[in-house]
């Protein structure tokens, strides 16, 4: 049985990050902001080429919270700006996440994941509750 190891990756010193939201999370809204959180599954290789016998399964993240509180949601271009902060900090974090732990070395598992697309999709789902929200009121 493969062992697993939960790492908590918090970026710190820059602007606009936020401190590692629970495991698990994809994005979690709080007031005036919404936090995208990029997960990724990886295993270390081991001394040879592909080899991962006997090594951890480690369960990786970064945060990054995406301010809305001044825009305008219920007009399209407050969306669109919403949608496009949650894009960048949806590439950002993954960005992050392969210079910290790159894939040559923390080989992701399953290997085809693709971190901004499902990060990005993840928050987009909260982010149209938001903005359905926004709209209703």
């Known amino acids: 049985m493969a062992a697993v190891t939960i790492l908590s990756v918090v ?8 401190e590692q939201a629970p495991s698990g999370a994809a994005s979690t809204p709080t007031a005036g902001a919404l ?3 990029a997960p990724r599954v990886v295993r270390r290789k ?12 480690e369960v990786l993240s970064l945060s990054q919270p995406v301010n809305f509180g001044d825009l305008d949601l219920t007009t399209s271009m ?3 700006e919403f949608k496009k902060r949650i894009l960048y900090a949806a590439w950002n974090t993954c960005n992050r ?12 598992v399953p290997a085809d ?5 499902d990060t990005a999709r993840a ?15």
């Open 11 to 18: 970026a710190l010193g820059s602007p606009g990050y936020a």
């Open 35 to 37: 936090t995208v959180t």
């Open 46 to 57: 081991a001394q040879g080429a592909g080899r991962f016998q006997g090594t951890p399964v």
């Open 78 to 80: 407050g969306v669109d």
């Open 97 to 108: 996440l392969e210079s910290e732990y790159p894939s040559n070395v923390y080989v992701p």
């Open 113 to 117: 994941q693709n971190c901004p697309d």
């Open 123 to 137: 928050a987009l789902v909260v982010a149209d509750s938001i903005i359905a929200a926004a709209r209703a009121h």
